[in-house]
């Protein structure tokens, strides 16, 4: 019987290319209402557990489960539709509409229909409000008009979430979501993160140790394609193993 906690459950997830196994017999636990960060070496499988869990690759066996139903081969549009939705590491906005254009977009695809300027103008006008409300809940209400091109690099990592949100998701991906920022960027997106995961469940591919340690309620290690290691960060920054498995960062410690 299915642990009602859990929102995404993989069991004996495994994935091969060509006999190379890339994700290997991973059963990975996600609980309803938290922030869970999966981490490892480079080449440890975070991108492929990823990409099977959004539907972008076909597993070659196990099982994916998200709250309760199995979706180990629906197509990713009825993921998507069920509230799973990934946020990319490259910021998946268009640069030339303004930041609420971009956001509409979000919502609009949420209700299933296309972009469609040609739309009501009250239709438009609630479309209009809601964007603003969600631009305003990642700070950047006052920059609504502005051309997502001129935006900063953190700026566009909100803005990326902020139509991530627009998706009404139930279980958030990050993948790498600091990647590439500087410090006061990575507060700001830190902090964003800790914001609109209240009544969310994010499951995020992050390097950065500090933040991994400050906001995630669980960490799984993956190694080789396998679990290594998983629980709080002070039971996983403790192990042995882990800190083997990070040797080649400065002396094996974590905290970067």
């Given at each position: 019987?299915?642990?009602?906690?859990?929102?995404?459950?993989?069991?004996?997830?495994?994935?091969?290319?060509?006999?190379?196994?890339?994700?290997?017999?991973?059963?990975?636990?996600?609980?309803?209402?938290?922030?869970?960060?999966?981490?490892?070496?480079?080449?440890?499988?975070?991108?492929t557990c990823f990409n099977l869990l959004t539907k972008f690759l076909t597993p070659s066996s196990g099982q994916i489960f998200f709250d309760g139903h199995e979706i180990t081969r629906a197509a990713p549009a009825s993921i998507a539709r069920r509230g799973v939705v990934r946020s990319f590491q490259i910021s998946a906005v268009f640069p030339h509409l303004s930041l609420v254009e971009n956001v509409s977009i979000g919502l609009q695809r949420a209700l299933g229909v296309s972009f469609r300027f040609w739309t009501s103008s009250a239709a438009l006008g609630r479309l209009r409000e809601r964007a603003l409300a969600l631009l305003d809940e990642v700070g950047l209400a006052a920059h609504a008009d502005l051309k997502t091109a001129e935006l900063s690099y953190g700026h566009k990592r909100a803005l990326e979430i902020a139509t991530t949100l627009a998706m009404d998701p139930v279980l958030?991906?990050?993948?790498?979501?600091?990647?590439?920022?500087?410090?006061?960027?990575?507060?700001?997106?830190?902090?964003?993160?800790?914001?609109?995961?209240?009544?969310?469940?994010?499951?995020?591919?992050?390097?950065?140790?500090?933040?991994?340690?400050?906001?995630?309620?669980?960490?799984?290690?993956?190694?080789?394609?396998?679990?290594?290691?998983?629980?709080?960060?002070?039971?996983?920054?403790?192990?042995?193993?882990?800190?083997?498995?990070?040797?080649?960062?400065?002396?094996?410690?974590?905290?970067?």
């Amino acid at each position: 019987m299915a642990d009602a906690d859990l929102i995404l459950e993989t069991r004996r997830l495994t994935k091969q290319f060509n006999g190379f196994t890339a994700v290997n017999g991973v059963d990975l636990r996600v609980r309803r209402g938290t922030i869970h960060a999966l981490i490892g070496p480079n080449g440890a499988g975070k991108t492929t557990c990823f990409n099977l869990l959004t539907k972008f690759l076909t597993p070659s066996s196990g099982q994916i489960f998200f709250d309760g139903h199995e979706i180990t081969r629906a197509a990713p549009a009825s993921i998507a539709r069920r509230g799973v939705v990934r946020s990319f590491q490259i910021s998946a906005v268009f640069p030339h509409l303004s930041l609420v254009e971009n956001v509409s977009i979000g919502l609009q695809r949420a209700l299933g229909v296309s972009f469609r300027f040609w739309t009501s103008s009250a239709a438009l006008g609630r479309l209009r409000e809601r964007a603003l409300a969600l631009l305003d809940e990642v700070g950047l209400a006052a920059h609504a008009d502005l051309k997502t091109a001129e935006l900063s690099y953190g700026h566009k990592r909100a803005l990326e979430i902020a139509t991530t949100l627009a998706m009404d998701p139930v279980l958030m991906l990050l993948d790498e979501p600091t990647q590439g920022m500087g410090h006061e960027d990575v507060d700001r997106v830190t902090a964003l993160i800790k914001k609109v995961s209240a009544g969310r469940t994010i499951l995020m591919v992050e390097h950065n140790m500090k933040i991994i340690s400050s906001i995630s309620d669980t960490i799984t290690v993956l190694q080789r394609g396998e679990i290594l290691a998983e629980g709080a960060y002070e039971t996983v920054s403790a192990d042995p193993r882990v800190k083997e498995a990070y040797m080649g960062t400065e002396d094996g410690s974590l905290e970067h």
